[in-house]
C-alpha cells in the first residue's frame, strides 16, 4: 500500500498591532527668489509628487476675458525659450514624467508626477514652463478651439449644466463664482497670447507661490536640486489685490432646465457654507456623510434601496474659496438622478429626510460608521505620494496650516452625535435651498409644484 505524502504548509501570518499614524507633517522653507517651498519626505514612494500653486485666482481675470486663466495653464507645456511645444512634451516622455495643470477660484496649479530618479529633469522643465512660457500664438489658437470645442459638449451634460445653473442661481452676475470656471464661448473667443501674456505677467511670480515636493527623497539634495531649476525663476513682488466677499442667494427655489424627452432628472441641491476656517467644519463633514457620503448613508436608505429610484445619492461640501478673515465660502450640495416619472415622488422623499433629520437627529451607530469611514481610511487614502501632495496644495491655497489635515482627524473622532446632527441640519435648512433640476420639464414641472418647495422657473437648455 502506498503510503500518502504529507505537506508541511507555512503557518498563517498574523495581525500586528496597529501602528498609530497621522497625515505627514511637511518641513517648510524659502528659497531666495521668495518661493515658498513644502516637502516631505515618503520613505518607498519612487514617484516623486510636485505642486506648484499660483496666486492666480480666477476673479483676478479681466473683465470679458473669463478662461484666460485656464488656456494659461494650459499653454504652460506647449513650449518655452528652450523647447517648443513637441520638445517639451517629448522631454516630459523621455523622463516618464505627467504634468498637467488646472485653473479654479483660488488659483492656478501644476501638478509632476516623476520617477525620484528622474527629479532633477522633472523639476527643470516645470521651473522653464514658469520662468519663460512660450505662449506661442498658434499654441494658444489651437488651445481656444479645444476649449471652444469642449463647450458644447459640457452643457450637453447634464451634471455640468446643473452646476452652471446652480452657480448662476446662487451668485449675483458680477460675482466670478457665477459664471462657468473655464469660460463662456463669448468670453473664451477673445482671447490670444497677448491676454495670456498679460494675464501671467499680472499674476504668476514666485514670491507669491508654494511647491510642494513629496516623495522618497533618499539620497537627493532637494535644496540644490531646487535652486538649480526653480530657484532660477524671478518675478517682482506682489501688490496686494483686494478680494471680494462671497455673497449668495440661497432663498428655496426651483429652476428646471427644459430638456424634452429626458428619461432622467439630473438633481442639484444647493447653498452656501462655511469654509474650513469654521469652527463648525468637522461636525458638518461628519454630519453631511451620514447624510449622503456613501451607500448607507440616509438618503441612498431611501431613494436607492427603499425606493429604487436611483442608482445613487450624494450629500457632500466643496470648498470655494477659503479665508481666515471669514471670506471664504463652500458649496453645501446634494447631487444625483433620478429616473423621470419619479422625479416629484423622489425630491418629496428627499425633503422628508432632511426633515426627519432635523426632528430625529442622528443615530450613534450612524456616526460610528462615517468616523470609522472617514478617519479609519485615511492611511490608504493616503498611501501615495501625489495624494499627499495634493492635500497639502489645497492647504496652501485655502491658508490653512500645516498641520490642519491632522487636527481635522483628531476633531472628526471627538465629534459626537449631537455636534454632527446639529452641523448637517443647519447647512441643509429646508427651506433655504436652491433647486435645479435637468430634465423634461412637461413632465415634472407639475409635480415638482406641488411638492411646495419653492417657486418653480423653466428655462431653455442651450
Known amino acids: 500500500m502506498t503510503e500518502l505524502a504529507t505537506m508541511d504548509f507555512h503557518p498563517r501570518p498574523q495581525a500586528g498591532e496597529a501602528k498609530p499614524w497621522a497625515f505627514p507633517a511637511p518641513e517648510r522653507g524659502t528659497l531666495d527668489n521668495g518661493l515658498t517651498v513644502l516637502r516631505c519626505h515618503r520613505p518607498g514612494q519612487q514617484v516623486v509628487a510636485v505642486e506648484v500653486i499660483l496666486d492666480a485666482p480666477l476673479d483676478a481675470e479681466p473683465d470679458g476675458l473669463d478662461g484666460v486663466a485656464t488656456i494659461m495653464a494650459r499653454a504652460f507645456s506647449e513650449g518655452t525659450d528652450k523647447h517648443t511645444a513637441e520638445e517639451f512634451a517629448a522631454e516630459l516622455e523621455r523622463c516618464g514624467a505627467t504634468l498637467d495643470a488646472h485653473a479654479d477660484h483660488p488659483g492656478v496649479r ?58 448662476k442661481e446662487l451668485f449675483p452676475a458680477s460675482a466670478r463664482m457665477s459664471r462657468p470656471r473655464q469660460g463662456s464661448e463669448e468670453t473664451v473667443e477673445r482671447i490670444d497670447s497677448a491676454a495670456v501674456r498679460g494675464f501671467y505677467e499680472k499674476h504668476v511670480r514666485p514670491a507669491t507661490a508654494t511647491v510642494v515636493v513629496v516623495g522618497d527623497l533618499t539620497g537627493i539634495d532637494l535644496d540644490a ?22 455673497v449668495a442667494d440661497d432663498s428655496g427655489r426651483v429652476v428646471i432646465v427644459d430638456r424634452p424627452g429626458a428619461v432622467q432628472t439630473q438633481l442639484l441641491i444647493g447653498r452656501i457654507g462655511p469654509d474650513r476656517h469654521d469652527r463648525v467644519w468637522p461636525a458638518q463633514v461628519l454630519g453631511t456623510y451620514c447624510l449622503g457620503g456613501t451607500l448607507t448613508s440616509r438618503l441612498d436608505r431611501v431613494l436607492r434601496e427603499e425606493k429604487g429610484y436611483t442608482y445613487g445619492v450624494r450629500a ?135 411638492l411646495g418647495i419653492g417657486e418653480v422657473t423653466v ?4
Open 459 to 462: 428655462v431653455t437648455a442651450e
Open 316 to 450: 457632500f461640501g466643496q470648498v470655494l474659496r477659503s479665508a481666515p478673515d471669514g471670506t471664504g465660502a463652500s458649496m453645501l450640495a446634494i447631487s444625483g438622478s433620478v429616473d423621470t416619472p419619479n422625479t416629484g415622488p423622489a425630491l418629496d422623499d428627499l425633503w422628508t429626510v432632511l426633515r426627519t433629520l432635523a426632528a430625529e437627529g442622528l443615530t450613534d451607530e450612524e456616526r460610528d460608521v462615517a468616523v470609522q469611514n472617514l478617519v479609519g481610511v485615511a492611511p490608504l487614502k493616503y498611501e501615495t505620494a501625489a495624494a499627499v501632495a495634493g492635500t497639502l496644495a489645497d492647504q496652501v491655497e485655502q491658508h490653512l496650516p500645516d498641520h490642519y489635515q491632522a487636527d481635522l482627524y483628531r476633531q472628526l473622532a471627538a465629534t459626537g452625535t449631537v455636534e454632527a446632527t446639529a452641523a448637517v441640519v443647519n447647512a441643509f435648512p429646508v427651506d433655504r435651498l436652491v433647486t435645479v433640476l435637468v430634465g423634461d420639464a412637461a413632465q415634472i414641472k407639475a409635480p415638482v409644484e406641488a
Open 225 to 246: 536640486l531646487l535652486a538649480d531649476t526653480l530657484g532660477a525663476w524671478t518675478g517682482s513682488q506682489a501688490e496686494p489685490r483686494p478680494v471680494p466677499p462671497v
Open 110 to 167: 501644476l501638478s509632476l508626477e516623476v520617477p525620484a530618479s528622474r527629479l532633477a529633469k522633472g523639476l527643470g522643465l516645470v521651473a522653464d514652463a514658469l520662468r519663460a512660457p512660450a505662449f506661442a500664438d498658434s499654441e494658444v489658437e489651437r488651445l481656444v478651439r479645444n476649449r471652444l470645442d469642449e463647450i458644447p459638449h459640457e452643457l450637453a451634460n447634464p451634471s455640468r449644466r446643473a452646476a452652471k445653473e446652480l452657480s
